[in-house]
Nanobody, 128 residues
Framework: QVQLVESGGGLVQAGGSLRLSCAASGRTFTRYTMGWFRQPPGKEREFVVAFSGSWSAGNVWYADSVKGRFTISRDIAKNTVYLQMNSLKPEDPAVYYC???????????????????WGQGTQVTVSS
């Protein structure tokens, strides 16, 4: 079973940038479908981005709310995935979670309930 630890959250001004990290241990993340989710204060958890750990062409899916501003990347040697967040907006503050999905049904991206493993989350705060 893979374990996930997020880091990189913090306070940033609107329009600024942050890079979140998700360090995997136990197993390589390339065996999983990986996702980032976020939970704004008082709201439900929402999807941010999903991608095949093997980096299959085309298997990266961003939520419309972050498309063009957020970018995922990976470092296989470090067994780490990253979420680069640019042009942060007042609606982006949330606890951001990294998750791993070992198997999903027919729909892409996988639904949140299909993710087997979750990190503890990292807080992102945006000041206006």
């Amino acid at each position: 079973q893979v374990q996930l630890v997020e880091s990189g959250g913090g306070l940033v001004q609107a329009g600024g940038s942050l890079r979140l990290s998700c360090a995997a241990s136990g197993r390589t993340f390339t065996r999983y479908t990986m996702g980032w989710f976020r939970q704004p204060p008082g709201k439900e958890r929402e999807f941010v981005v999903a991608f095949s750990g093997s980096w299959s062409a085309g298997n990266v899916w961003y939520a419309d709310s972050v498309k063009g501003r957020f970018t995922i990347s990976r470092d296989i040697a470090k067994n780490t995935v990253y979420l680069q967040m640019n042009s942060l907006k007042p609606e982006d503050p949330a606890v951001y979670y990294c998750a791993a999905c070992s198997a999903y049904g027919t729909n892409w991206p996988p639904a949140s309930y299909e993710y087997d493993v979750w990190g503890q989350g990292t807080q992102v705060t945006v000041s206006s």
